[in-house]
């Protein structure tokens, strides 16, 4: 790798290509605008989290498979969804640390003629911008100011927690998210629960509580005026933007807040047209926002 | 799924099988079981036990240390669990809840309840690689939006590797879950 090239694999997962396009589209911009590399992972298979409460094992296996092909090609990781980050980068971090239990999962990567050797790294997408690429860089970067635009955040738990592992920001209380959103000229406002999960994980268990859970964000960041909501996940996008819409019925009410990816959100103060950062695949319509913010 | 009915709680307790916390603890994840004091700091900050009238953390552990063995393994509150992991990181005894929970539901699946949604994500990651099949039309969409195409699954080296955990033979259920 050149001097300073920032260079990754970039890891999609399930639901980005499954349903949330835009999230993908927005982010290979914007990192194209700010120099960063992205190059695609040669073989890929789900990270493992979904079948975690089925059988650890076979999580630690399904990551460890990813980390191995990476480190084939001596490339970092960047994951987009929270979910994906969370867990490679815990895995990677068990086996890096524990040797008995990399001796065990490398003797069944054997089977592939993989092996762990614990010499890359895993990043969510905001951890490279905030770490990587830096704030200085990205404010420098900057073509037009957001200045005016009130928003809210969601970060989503896996990016957070558990603390052990991920441990780049403050559980509780996230900075990180919103310095990044504050660069762009654009308020992020504080708000009651910030934190609280979106309730997407027991969505295939359970068909209320979810719903309950999102809506319960969306009321809170209503009531401090924000006009968007800004998130980092897909889990969490399709709670509070694809099921916006289902939310208000159940609920008989209206909260019309525009869900927008953080990628799609730098790339409008990065020049780029809402076009090319697929604002269009929104359902709640950012309409009003762009307006005032002169697009 | 519905949450549990008000017929679990109304049961009798019966201990089944007091060593059961002992041979938890063994398991990584759950060692600290045994240290869990029941203050209560799990369920209090749990987002799922705010909207759930049945899902409450410090009660699966305390019945865990309890030996309430089938009730716990059986209950399908235990799939309520968001793994938000807000109780393992604000646990004042480091007991790691969110992975109490996930040893017990992984014991549960031994036992054989296993919710179907893990089961149509396993056959799709199985069969191609990605927990969620991604239709022929969001591929093609993929092309004309100028994305580079998907990165391939391995079937066969995944095959291979359920193999040697015996991974598929989890996923048969064999027994009803509580409701």
Redesign the interface.
């Known amino acids: 790798m050149a001097e300073g090239e920032l260079k990754y694999f970039i890891f999609?997962g399930?639901?980005i290509?499954?349903?949330v396009?835009a999230y993908?589209?927005s982010t290979?911009k914007v990192m194209e605008k700010l120099g960063v590399k992205l190059e695609?992972?040669?073989?890929?298979?789900?990270c493992g989290l979904?079948?975690?409460?089925?059988?650890?094992?076979?999580m630690v296996?399904?990551a460890a498979?990813n980390l191995c092909i990476a480190e084939e090609k001596n490339m970092s990781i960047i994951a987009l969804c929270p979910g994906c980050a969370g867990t490679l980068n815990k895995v990677n971090i068990m086996l890096k640390n524990d040797k008995k239990l990399r001796e065990e999962i490398n003797e069944?990567l054997k089977?592939?003629d993989l092996e762990f050797k614990g010499t890359i790294e895993v990043k969510h997408l905001i951890q490279v911008l905030n770490d990587d690429v830096g704030l200085e860089k990205i404010r420098g970067a900057v073509k037009k100011s957001l200045k005016g635009l009130k928003v809210a955040e969601h970060n989503g738990?896996?990016v957070l927690?558990?603390?052990e592992y991920m441990g780049f920001d403050d559980?509780e209380d996230p900075k990180v998210l919103k310095a990044l959103i504050e660069v762009t000229g654009a308020e992020c406002l504080d708000y009651v629960d910030e934190a609280?999960?979106c309730?997407?994980?027991?969505a295939?268990?359970?068909d209320?509580?979810p719903l309950?859970?999102s809506r319960?964000k969306l009321t809170n960041i209503r009531d401090v005026g924000a006009q968007a909501l800004i998130t980092i996940c897909p889990f969490c996008h399709m709670m509070f933007e694809t099921n916006q819409m289902r939310i208000e019925r159940m609920f008989n009410e209206k909260f019309g807040i525009p869900t927008i990816h953080y990628p799609q959100l730098l790339g409008l103060a990065l020049g780029l047209s809402p076009e090319e950062l697929a604002l269009d695949e929104l359902r709640v319509k950012p309409t009003e926002q762009l307006k005032q913010i002169g697009m | 799924m519905l949450e549990a009915t008000k017929t679990e709680q109304k049961a009798v307790l019966k201990i089944t099988y007091p060593k059961f916390k002992y041979e938890i603890s063994k398991i990584p994840g759950a060692e600290k079981i045994m240290l869990c004091f029941q203050c209560g700091t799990c369920t209090s900050d749990c987002p799922v036990a705010r909207f759930s009238g049945v899902y409450r953390p410090r009660q699966i552990i305390r019945m865990t240390q309890l030996g309430l063995k089938e009730r716990v393994l059986k209950s399908e509150t235990l799939w309520l669990c968001a793994s938000c992991f807000t109780c393992t990181d604000n646990c004042p005894q480091d007991v790691k809840v969110a992975d109490v929970i996930r040893v017990l539901k992984n014991l549960a699946v031994k036992e054989g309840y296993v919710p179907p949604v893990f089961k149509v994500l396993a056959s799709g990651i199985l069969d191609t690689g990605y927990a969620y099949r991604i239709p022929e039309m969001r591929i093609k969409k993929r092309e004309e939006l100028g994305l580079p195409p998907l990165p391939k699954g391995n079937p066969q080296s995944l095959a291979k590797l359920a193999e040697r955990i015996d991974f598929k033979k989890l996923l048969e259920a064999k027994s009803e879950q509580n409701g």
Not at chain 1, 50 to 58: A, F, L
Request: proline residues 13%; contains cysteine.
């Open positions: 999609l399930c639901a290509p499954y349903r396009s993908e589209i290979r695609e992972m040669p073989e890929f298979n789900c979904p079948m975690d409460p089925v059988s650890h094992e076979m296996l399904l498979r069944y089977l592939d738990c896996h927690r558990p603390k559980p609280q999960c309730g997407a994980p027991t295939g268990i359970n209320k509580i309950q859970l319960e």
